[in-house]
């Protein structure tokens, strides 16, 4: 069964992948921050969604989709057009080099993402993992 990208099901799928992953759980054995990926309209997709992605100590605590970026408190938004996200989670494009080229918009304290490069890979790893239908 494959998961639409973006839905309450796609990221509940990706926590699911992240607790079941060791490399995972090791990469980000010291991180804490909560992330809400938003997902902004274009070509291919004319919506915008929220999924909020809790993230304690290399296991997810929490995910689900939002009504908005401010259900949630957390420390780090992540957002980029659809088709970014979509070549994130095709492996297309390395989320470190999509922050720094600005394909992907962060808002919080970047240094410490540039810190966890191994966990930022194993999400994408754990990403592709997650059986997903995009739009069209």
């Known amino acids: 069964m494959a998961f639409k990208f973006p839905s309450d099901e796609w990221i509940k799928e990706l926590a699911n992948q992240l607790n079941a992953s060791e490399a995972y759980e ?3 054995k010291d991180w804490e921050g909560d992330f809400i990926f938003v997902v902004e309209p274009d070509e291919a ?14 296991k997810s605590t929490d995910a689900a989709l939002l009504s908005s970026e401010n259900e949630r408190e957390a420390e780090f938004i992540l957002r980029a ?11 297309k494009l390395d989320p470190i ?8 918009q962060v808002k919080g304290n970047m240094m410490k993402i540039m810190r966890y490069p191994k966990a930022a890979k194993e999400i994408v790893a754990c990403c ?5 239908e ?3």
């Open 81 to 91: 057009p659809y088709s970014n996200w979509r070549n994130v989670i095709e492996g």
């Open 97 to 104: 080099q999509g922050m720094m080229t600005r394909k992907l």
């Open 134 to 136: 995009f739009a069209a």
């Open 45 to 58: 997709y004319p919506h915008t969604a929220y999924l909020f992605l809790g993230l304690y100590h290399g």
């Open 26 to 28: 090791k990469a980000a």
């Open 128 to 132: 592709a993992l997650v059986p997903t």
